[in-house]
């Protein structure tokens, strides 16, 4: 069997799940040992273990990684119930930082909930704990001068300038200070770290419904942003506007290990975000 003709991880991790659906291999049991399954497939145990690992992620193996076997799970419905969007992306980002190449990709109204997520991942990089050997991440953001629709005065654009700049210059002021950390993260990991690491930026013309991740080209994440009145201070001054609590929004979890659906709802989603990021060109400049 030549290299071209091996199967890959996906390949191996696609079988494994048609075995576990068609009943061959039940919730309970333990699969064949990593040497078995390679042996198998005529792999090495390097394509097998990152198989295992997917499957894992996915809910379809339980106790993987403690020195023997895993067991076979009951098989996921459609992944894990979702969750408000800042605690479930963090986790979902220190595990894709355990990938030796990290990609993500978002294309959301703000950097907030990203911004505050990747605390986690950071910290494990600075313990130690994990270290990629690069990580690319594209972000997607409506345009600094777009009146968006959310955040936006409660009487609507136009019906006051001076709460209009006001509110504007508050979502431009809040999009700089977040742009910036962001950044200086990555310089941290270049500059502190010795990885490989860069963080681009493009805007659109409009303002997103709903933000998604991309996660390594496996995971895709998506919640839907929910306008509401609500009283905020702008310059001092209480504003009633219509706003979206990004981080509390409801986080849907496909993984391409949950099933054809969800494999192709991953792909989906990545092609549309690569065709949007090409149409949107150029990059954002570090000021």
């Known amino acids: 069997m030549t290299a071209s003709q091996r199967p890959s991880a996906d390949d191996i991790a696609a079988t494994l799940r048609s075995r576990i659906r068609d009943g061959h291999l039940e919730a309970g049991t333990k699969l064949p040992t ?13 394509t097998v273990r990152q198989a295992l690992r997917a499957l894992h992620e996915a809910g379809w193996l339980a106790n993987a990684g403690r020195g023997s076997p895993p067991t076979v799970a009951e098989p996921p419905a459609g992944g894990q119930e979702p969750q ?23 294309a959301c109204l703000t950097a907030e909930t990203l911004l505050l997520a990747m605390h986690a991942p950071m910290a494990l990089v600075e313990s130690g704990a994990v270290r990629p050997e690069s990580v690319e991440v594209r972000i997607l953001l409506p345009h600094r001068d777009v009146r968006l629709l959310y955040p936006s005065p409660a009487d609507g654009w136009g019906a006051d300038a001076v709460v209009d700049e006001a509110v504007h210059r508050r979502s431009v002021a809040q999009y700089d200070a977040q742009l910036t950390v962001l950044r200086q993260y990555f310089r941290t990991l270049r500059a502190d770290h010795g990885i490989p690491a860069v963080v681009r930026f493009r805007t659109v013309p409009n303002t997103p419904p709903q933000k998604v991740y991309l996660l390594n080209g496996t995971e895709a994440l998506l919640a839907f942003y929910i306008p509401a009145r609500r009283t905020v201070d702008v310059q001092s001054e209480p504003r009633e506007l219509w706003d979206a609590w990004g981080t509390r929004s409801l986080l ?3 993984h391409a290990a949950h099933g054809e659906r969800d494999a192709l709802f991953v792909a989906e989603a990545q ?13 954002l400049r570090e000021p």
């Open 34 to 46: 990593q040497a078995e399954l390679a042996e198998e497939f005529g792999v090495e145990r390097a």
């Open 84 to 106: 408000p969007t800042l605690v479930a992306l963090a986790p979902r980002l220190e595990a894709a930082f355990a990938e030796p190449r990290v990609r993500i990709d978002a």
């Open 252 to 254: 849907f979890r496909h």
């Open 271 to 283: 092609k549309w975000f690569d065709a949007v990021w090409e149409m949107q060109g150029p990059d």
